[in-house]
């Protein structure tokens, strides 16, 4: 299987502090995104960052990109209860850049 | 920005009979159409790729005679779940590629849930 690996699963913090997830990959890349998903609802596309490049903001959101390690990390710093949601990265196929291949996804718990 | 709609948005039915779930793109064109399944606390895999005017690609381990894909028009493609059994209880979610075609600008819809009883 493609589909890439994410840490941690879950992650359970209080509003305020900052959230880390990790996302691993397995093929080269033209890019990586990462979206959002509230439970049972459909994805909300956060950031996009391509393979030349290494770090990229968006308001609270940091995500960096590794290639030489295949992997990114997202950073929300200062969280919200509303942020609770899961988090999926995904990243081109490399057989066929037009699909998106899914990592396993971090369920991120921010409390009040 | 770019809206993609389904529906229904839920859907419960008897094992056996067929469920029709719609994607549509509502205010861009889309050569192209992808259709995922989420099972619960999981991620979502890829079924297969909706092509406008020709026949959808399916992934590997997808039956194409179970999951029947109609891409009719630039705006519309349908996924057809036959006989469908408890197993293809599922969160069945599209995304409309647009114009760029490059994979970058996937638009998603908001699912369509499927309980077969």
């Known amino acids: 299987s493609q589909q890439g690996e994410e840490d941690p699963q879950a992650l359970s913090i209080q509003e305020g502090e900052n959230a880390t997830m990790n996302c691993s990959y397995k093929t080269s890349i033209n890019n990586l995104q990462w979206y959002r998903q509230n439970s049972g609802r459909g994805l909300v596309h956060l950031i996009l960052i391509r393979s030349n490049e290494r770090e990229k903001h968006s308001g609270r959101l940091r995500v960096t990109l590794d290639t030489s390690k295949k992997s990114s990390s997202l950073l929300i710093t200062a969280s919200r209860a509303a942020d609770t949601a899961s988090y999926f990265c995904?990243?081109?196929?490399?057989?066929?850049?037009?699909?998106?291949?899914f990592g396993t996804g971090t369920r991120l718990q921010v409390f009040p | 920005g770019a809206v993609v709609s389904q529906h229904p948005s839920w859907v419960i039915c008897k094992s056996g009979t067929s469920v029709k779930i719609e994607c549509r793109s509502l205010?861009?064109?889309?050569?192209?159409m992808f259709w995922y399944r989420q099972f619960p606390k999981q991620s979502l895999m890829l079924m297969a790729t909706?092509?406008?005017?020709?026949?959808?690609?399916?992934e590997q381990g997808v039956e194409k005679d179970k999951f029947l894909i109609n891409h009719a028009s630039l705006t519309l493609s349908t996924l057809t779940v036959t006989s469908a059994h408890p197993e293809d209880s599922s969160f069945y979610i599209c995304?409309?590629?647009?114009?760029?075609?490059?994979?970058?600008?996937?638009?998603f819809g908001p699912g369509t849930r499927l309980l077969v009883l």
């Open positions: 995904a990243t081109d196929a490399s057989y066929n850049t037009d699909k998106l291949i």
């Open positions: 205010d861009f064109q889309a050569t192209t």
């Open positions: 909706s092509n406008e005017g020709s026949k959808a690609t399916y």
């Open positions: 995304s409309a590629d647009g114009t760029s075609g490059s994979g970058e600008t996937q638009y």
